[in-house]
Every structure is written in structure tokens, then in C-alpha cells.
């Protein structure tokens, strides 16, 4: 495989060295994904508490199962976004610009696998504020203001 790897190596050199400060080039990263999936979260939260499990119809057991399954996995997937922009975006040199950084994304993660677990309005909602708090910040970085926008 070294001899290949040589081989190609010679026969189609780099024509210049490149770098990154990520482990993807700049403006790949982007907290608009948990934002989504964490309105996901809220939605099906919402409509959770809405249900009327007292209506006695199967349709409402199959319709909680659907909300559940969706909330969990929205959940999961904002966790996986946000520890990925936690971990591969930011840098030490980010905590000086914003010494509760760690914090807050520790706070978000939590919230994420709190959300999973039960079904909370409040820690929804919370959710969303911090991950707003995250858009926030990260824009910062970028020296740019972004608007928080929300599907809903």
C-alpha cells in the first residue's frame, strides 16, 4: 500500500501545501443542524402533551410511539451536532473569547439527553436557548451576526 500511496504521490504531485484549523475546511461547520433537530424535539414535545391518551383509540398509542420515536432521535442527532461543533470547531483560543463555553455546551448536552428521557416543555424550550446561545457564539467567532432563525 506504501508503494501505491508513493506512486501516486509522484505521479500527481500537490501543487501547494494546505492547512486547516479543523478537521474540515472553514464553513462546513454550523449550529443551524442542532437548531433543527432540536425544534424537532420541541415539536414533538408539544404535541406529546396534546395527545388525548384517554380517548381509548389505538391510533393515539400509535401516534405517541411515532412523537416519542422522532423526539429521541432528534435529540440524539442535536447531541451528536453540538458535540461535534464543541470538539471539532472550537478552539482554546475561543475560551477567552468565551470563558463559559465548556459550560455551555456541557449544559446543552445534558439538556439533550434530558429531552430524550422525558418529556419536558420546559427543558425543551431550554434547549433551544442554549443552542441559541451556541449559534451566538460561534457566529462570534466568525465576526459575523447571524439571525437565530426558527422553522416554527
Not at 486547516?20 to 443542524?33: L, Q, T
Not at 433551544?128 to 451576526?145: V, Y
Request: hydrophobic content about 45%; proline content about 4%; some cysteine.
Amino acid at each position: 500500500m506504501k508503494i501505491l500511496t508513493a506512486k501516486i504521490k509522484q505521479l500527481f504531485p500537490a501543487k501547494q501545501v494546505v492547512s486547516a484549523h479543523c478537521d474540515g475546511p472553514c464553513g462546513v461547520y454550523d449550529p443551524a443542524s442542532a437548531r433543527i433537530a432540536a425544534e424537532a424535539v420541541l415539536s414533538m414535545t408539544k404535541k406529546i402533551l396534546a395527545l388525548d391518551p384517554s380517548d381509548g383509540k389505538h391510533a393515539t398509542a400509535n401516534t405517541l410511539s411515532r412523537y416519542v420515536a422522532i423526539k429521541e432521535e432528534q435529540a440524539h442527532l442535536a447531541k451528536t451536532e453540538l458535540l461535534v461543533l464543541w470538539t471539532d470547531y472550537f478552539k482554546p483560543a475561543h475560551l477567552a473569547q468565551f470563558p463559559d463555553l465548556h459550560d455551555t455546551f456541557w449544559q446543552a448536552a445534558k439538556l439533550c439527553s434530558a429531552v430524550k428521557v422525558e418529556v419536558s416543555l420546559e427543558h425543551a424550550e431550554e434547549l433551544m436557548a442554549t443552542i441559541n446561545k451556541i449559534h451566538s457564539m460561534f457566529w462570534a467567532t466568525k465576526g459575523r451576526d447571524v439571525t437565530f432563525y426558527v422553522a416554527s
